[in-house]
């Protein structure tokens, strides 16, 4: 065998030993001890697979292809390993390797294992054939096999009657995203139908073509990555999967949906792009990221909850990746450069703290039975190791230094502040507008997940169930604090993953990347070559352990050692009832009053008996989905009237149907003797 394509030669045998797996799993179901041993053998793999795409990476060789007679005749099929699938293939094993481990505690408590084991590890070997795939037949079956074996994940316990719907309705949210694809690759493959990426990649599109590509791109990976309008479904499925596959489908899935965005955009389509289409990208992201953090502080259940921050983070990816077009369409790629290092770490980023809150939200989920955030509290006594990790991935996501989430954000904001040297004046208005928005959603981000943390960890047990929590077993743990590991180390020493990422960014950004960073002194962060701006994360984590230290001194050597008794402070509330603690409804309250009732035209109502009524006051608050009630609610009543009236076509006779036919072959012709 060729040395030079045997890592992809072994990539593409793993991928099709984990389908293998699956066939397996089917048959050993009966068998003691089978969950782990699905989940040991996943975990095994990804861990190659890992090692294998992080080799490829860090010797940046050339790109790798193999062709095999299968598929489409006069086609085969193409696999290519570069910079940018091996990237994504770390993000994609990553996050499978640290499910797996995670599974195999959580997976003994998991009500119907065989409908999990027999579709997991078929779920991982359909992520990583996507980003193998080098044509068009390739990727779009790859794509359509992801979405079938994370639709039967969904709805593993179908049982349920939300399940069901979260699962039809993703179901027709992925037919659609795929047929967008289709049509995309139709347009790139052209009248030639040369449907292999180097094929592609060698005939230009005029462009209008090349435009209606950009947009039917943004409707198919769009929809599976969660961006607003199409992020209906994303809410719905990802809560009602299983807790490992919930990381795994909101971590990662939606990378692997990015990925097909970067690689159709900016590696097919080619260059020059126009400047507009950064905007259009650019105005996306900001509404989405706004929107997602806003619909995530409404929600009570925590799943729902990280499902709609995920559609926040891949709105704050969008602006980097709309960011990166903007550059790019006026020639400036030392600034697309850092535009694209900002979008892709935070794509390594998010995979990182979503798995890591996830898997956090399976163990209170396995100790307690609850999702809802009004009947938990007080786990941190009972599940401290767990009240932890979750406590890193809360701060990561929320932003705060020194965690990856701050750097990532960190260096969107500094792309945002070069965009005074684009020359159209719409970008130079939109680019701090959107900022604006970035802005916005981070502070609101952290809002939400001090309600998250708080409701749920502080406090008292609001139900008996939150009361008889344990902690979780040692597999759960280690996977969440290997997570947790990665997300400090990555937010204390970000140059050395903005160096890996160099590759990336240049292989789609014409060869233009961030200066190395490795080199920089005491480990700084400087993405702009002329020093504009600099970050160390060591040393804002060596500030702030010495700020504590010396608070902790201070206090024990200054502090008076009287002992003074007084009330505590109890919001004028001296019942010791669970009752009267804030709840997250309460919590979230003041920003519904002000950002929800021009965004989800939210309504209060409150019902208070007179005095001497023994009757309980009564206070609910009413949302509106304003995408869903003004969007695919009036499509889907026109599906329903439409197939309603046309009903009856279903009991004509005979000669009506071969009426109808005679006319519809009429119409046909007469439209190729007029299309010619």
């Known amino acids: 065998m060729n040395l030079t394509i045997m890592p992809l030669s072994i990539l593409l045998g793993l991928s099709v030993a984990l389908l293998t797996l699956g066939l397996y799993a089917i048959t050993a179901l009966r068998r003691s001890g089978c969950s782990r041993q699905i989940y040991s053998i996943s975990l095994v793999m990804c861990v190659i697979l890992l090692g294998l795409a992080l080799a490829h990476l860090l010797s ?36 499978g390797a640290v499910a797996s481990l995670f599974a ?29 795939a080098d044509d068009a037949f390739t990727f779009l079956f790859a794509w359509e096999f992801m979405s079938l074996s994370s639709w039967a994940l969904v709805m593993a316990h179908h049982r349920e009657s939300a399940n069901a719907r979260a699962g039809y309705l993703y179901l027709v949210m992925a037919c659609f995203g795929t047929l967008a694809l289709l049509l995309a690759f139709g347009l790139l493959a052209g009248p030639n139908g040369g449907y292999d990426f180097a094929t592609i990649r060698a005939d230009a599109l005029t462009p209008g073509l090349a435009a209606l590509a950009l947009i039917l791109a943004l409707l198919g990976t769009g929809s599976k990555a969660g961006l607003v309008p199409l992020h209906v479904w994303l809410p719905l499925a990802h809560p009602a999967a299983p807790s490992h596959v919930s990381a795994l489908m909101s971590g990662v899935m939606t990378k692997v949906a990015i990925y097909g965005f970067i690689r159709i955009v900016f590696d097919l389509l080619g260059e020059p792009v126009a400047w507009w289409w950064g905007g259009l990208v650019l105005a996306l992201g900001g509404i989405t990221a706004v929107l997602g953090v806003l619909y995530a502080l409404m929600q009570h259940d925590l799943k729902r909850l990280l499902a ?114 684009l020359p159209q004046w719409l970008l130079k208005f939109l680019a701090p507008a959107v900022g604006a928005l970035l802005a916005l959603s981070a502070a609101l981000a952290a809002a939400c997940f001090v309600k998250a943390f708080g409701i749920t960890f502080l406090g008292r047990p609001r139900s008996p169930d939150a009361a008889r929590a344990y902690e979780t077993d040692r597999y759960s743990l280690t996977a969440m604090f290997i997570l947790a590991a ?58 702030m352990g010495f ?47 002000v950002f929800g009732s021009v965004v989800f035209q939210a309504r209060e109502q409150v019902m208070m008996p007179p005095p001497g009524d023994g009757r309980a006051a009564h206070f609910e608050a009413k ?12 499509i ?13 076509l279903q009991y004509l006779t005979i000669r009506r149907y071969l009426s109808l036919v005679f006319g519809a072959l009429v119409l046909l012709l007469l439209g190729m003797v007029l299309w010619r």
Request: hydrophobic letters at 50%; a neutral charge.
């Open 636 to 648: 889907t009543q026109a599906v329903i009237t439409i197939s309603t009236r046309a009903n009856h």
């Open 486 to 543: 990665l997300c400090l180390l990555a937010g204390i020493l970000p140059g050395l993953v903005v160096d890996g990422l160099g590759p990336v960014v240049g292989l789609i950004n014409g060869g233009a990347q961030l200066p190395a960073q490795h080199s920089q002194p005491w480990l700084s962060l400087a993405p702009v070559a002329d020093v504009k701006a600099s970050y160390n994360g060591l040393l804002v984590l060596l500030f």
């Open 308 to 421: 709609y921050h995920t559609v926040e983070n891949i709105g704050i990816i969008f602006i980097g990746l709309g960011l990166a077009l903007a550059f790019q369409g006026n020639q400036m790629y030392a600034s697309a450069a850092l535009a694209l290092t900002a979008a892709l770490f935070h794509v390594f980023n998010h995979s990182l703290f979503k798995s890591l809150l996830f898997l956090g939200t399976g163990a209170v989920l396995t100790a307690t039975g609850e999702r809802d955030m009004e009947r938990l509290g007080g786990l941190i006594h009972p599940m401290p190791w767990t009240a932890l990790a979750f406590l890193i991935g809360a701060a990561a996501i929320s932003a705060l230094p020194p965690l990856n989430g701050f750097v990532s954000e960190w260096l969107t904001f500094q792309a945002i502040l070069l965009t005074p040297e």
């Open 60 to 95: 940046t060789p050339a790109p790798v292809t193999l062709t095999l007679p299968l598929g489409l005749p006069w086609l085969g099929v193409h696999f290519r390993l570069d910079a940018l699938s091996a990237f994504f293939l770390i993000v994609v094993n990553l996050g």
């Open 547 to 593: 700020s504590a230290v010396l608070a902790i001194v201070l206090i024990h050597r200054f502090a008076s050692d009287r002992l003074r008794r007084g009330p505590a402070w109890d919001c004028g509330f001296p019942d010791a009832s669970p009752a009267t603690q804030y709840t997250a409804g309460s919590f979230a309250q003041p920003i519904r009053r």
């Open 104 to 132: 195999l505690g959580y997976g003994q408590h998991e009500r119907a294992p065989e409908r999990v084991l027999p579709f997991y590890p078929a779920f991982l070997a359909g992520m990583n054939l996507v980003l193998l």
């Open 623 to 634: 949302l509106c989905d304003p995408v869903w009630d003004y969007g695919y609610a009036p």
